[in-house]
């Protein structure tokens, strides 16, 4: 199984940033899709979560309406929609799959920077 994560960059406060997650190797379309970030010297936190078929996602409420998660299951591919960031947003993306208890993957992540 592997998930590979895309779309990593510099970007300038209050700008925008879309990442990318492509899955391979497993039923994509059958896995909880999350992603998850974590900054230097902080513990990794839940960003965004989609649903199997894409109906329900969840946010934490510090990432509501700034950030939108969304999922193409004929491409394999979850989404991540950043916008308005901020400096504080600056941490390494993961990409994460989950199937019930057992079956949990992560991406390798990719690096956002938030700076002027």
């Known amino acids: 199984v592997q998930l590979v994560e895309s779309g990593r960059g510099l970007v300038q406060p209050g700008g925008s940033l879309r990442l990318s997650c492509v899955g391979s190797?497993?039923?994509?379309?059958?896995?909880?899709m999350r992603w998850y970030r974590q900054a230097p010297g902080k513990e990794r936190e839940l960003v965004a979560g989609i649903s199997v078929a894409g109906g329900t996602t969840n946010y934490p409420d510090s990432m509501k309406g700034r950030f939108t998660i969304s999922r193409d299951n004929a491409k394999n591919t979850v989404y991540l929609q950043m916008n308005n960031l901020k400096p504080e947003d600056t941490a390494v993306y993961y990409c994460n799959a989950r199937w019930g208890v057992t079956y949990i993957y992560w991406g390798q992540g990719t690096q956002v920077t938030v700076s002027s």
């Open positions: 190797g497993l039923t994509f379309s059958s896995y909880v």
